[in-house]
């Protein structure tokens, strides 16, 4: 085979891999435009609440894990996005995946996390599927009657792009 044949194959065969796999997600994610599967359980205080009882003009769901060292360092930009996104309509709901409720409360208590929290007491397994829950950190941006704006992110950059999009 000439170096010239070698060369169009290969810029074919990279042509041919980055229009079939440039628009799929690395991971499992639901699609924007549905409606955010509902999510049940108890606030850090212990009271019962629900995703369908938060109101506001844009919620940042936040699906992470008590030990996960990803989830943990991004604690410090979530905060800075709350502070300056809060006061505009953005509302966090942070739900651990997998957590025992203590370790659960423990973290919320030492990291001084600003916003809602939602310990999901029943049905976990059917959380994780409904959100197609494989990795931490997960977050979907929802509007006002929450709707999904955005498909899964993984990044807290992603998320500000998002909220720079459908909050200003």
Not at 80 to 98: C, D, N, Q, R
């Amino acid at each position: 085979m000439s170096r010239k044949t070698l060369l169009v194959l290969l810029s074919l065969f990279t042509a041919f891999i980055s229009t079939s796999y440039s628009q799929e997600p690395l991971y499992p994610t639901l699609e924007p435009g549905i409606h955010a599967p509902e999510v049940k359980g108890k606030n850090e205080k212990g009271k019962s609440c629900s995703l369908s009882k938060i109101k506001s003009r844009i919620t940042l769901l936040y699906f992470y894990e008590v030990h996960c060292h990803l989830c943990e360092s991004m604690i410090p930009k979530l905060k800075e996005l709350y502070e300056a996104y809060h006061k505009t309509g953005l509302e966090i709901v942070a739900i651990p995946i997998g957590a025992e409720r203590d370790d659960w409360k423990k973290y919320v208590v030492e990291n001084q996390l600003p916003w809602k929290h939602l310990y999901p007491t029943r049905n976990v397994e059917a959380m994780k599927s409904n959100y197609l829950l494989t990795v931490s950190p997960t977050f979907y941006l929802l509007d006002k009657k929450h709707v999904l704006l955005t498909r899964r992110m993984g990044r807290v950059e992603q998320v500000e792009e998002a909220l720079n999009l459908h909050i200003r």
